[in-house]
């Protein structure tokens, strides 16, 4: 169990540049999350995933923001045209529900800074 | 949707204190975890308890599932328990629902 792991850690981008990042999931989870977080504030859902399928998007999720998990292992999410708003830690979840436990694990999350 | 209350916000102590925080939430819940985030953003979780009470070392946790709260207790704190503290719920969806969480510092 390596835990799950996001790449890059750190974005520095210039308005209306796009952006992707990358999480992986412990491996045999079928559930990966994305969430974003401010600063002051506590995490807030974007999207969520069941193997490749993705299954819920939350309304923070706008029409520049995208996410895939093509073979149900590895995710990305894009944020194209990015704007200074879009300054935020980016942080990736895994979890395999189980009858008596339903964890999700974190990744190190990316820090997006929008110049 | 479900709303989750974290008090108190911020929480100075003493080494060697003991702390109680709070986590009130809106509605039924089957899953809440406890996490503490470390300087520098990384989540590490505490303790999964939609119900009942856990204890790992120094810290452990009660979930009052029908009377909608739970907490979390620190006992002879250590500086390096500084940190945020985040509660997180899931009720009706599959997504966690995060407090605004409590900034603990521990001083020497």
């Known amino acids: 169990d390596t835990g799950v792991s996001q790449d890059p850690r750190h974005k520095i981008t210039k308005r209306g540049q796009n952006v992707t990042f990358r999480c992986d999931p412990i491996s045999e989870h079928n559930r990966l999350y994305w969430y974003r977080q401010t600063l002051g504030q506590g995490p807030e859902f974007l999207t969520y995933?069941?193997?490749?399928?993705?299954?819920?998007k939350s309304r923070l999720l706008s029409d520049r923001f995208s996410a895939e998990r093509p073979k149900g292992s590895f995710s990305t999410l894009e944020i194209q045209r990015t704007e200074q708003g879009d300054s935020a830690m980016y942080l990736c979840?895994?979890?395999?529900?189980?009858?008596?436990?339903?964890?999700?694990?974190f990744g190190p999350g990316t820090r997006l800074t929008v110049l | 949707g479900i709303q989750v209350e974290q008090s108190p916000p911020d929480l100075i102590l003493q080494e060697g204190a003991n702390s109680t925080l709070r986590c009130n939430f809106s509605d039924s819940v089957n899953n809440l975890q406890w996490f503490h985030q470390n300087p520098w953003g990384q989540l590490i979780n505490l303790f999964y308890?939609?119900?009942g009470t856990k204890q790992n070392g120094r810290l452990s946790a009660t979930t009052v599932a029908t009377e909608r709260y739970s907490l979390l207790y620190i006992s002879s704190s250590q500086t390096t328990d500084s940190g945020v503290y985040f509660c997180a719920v899931k009720g009706g969806s599959e997504k966690l629902v995060f407090g605004k969480g409590t900034k603990l510092t521990v001083n020497p």
């Open positions: 979840a895994s979890s395999r529900p189980l009858r008596y436990t339903d964890t999700q694990y």
């Open positions: 995933f069941q193997n490749e399928a993705q299954l819920e």
């Open positions: 308890i939609p119900s």
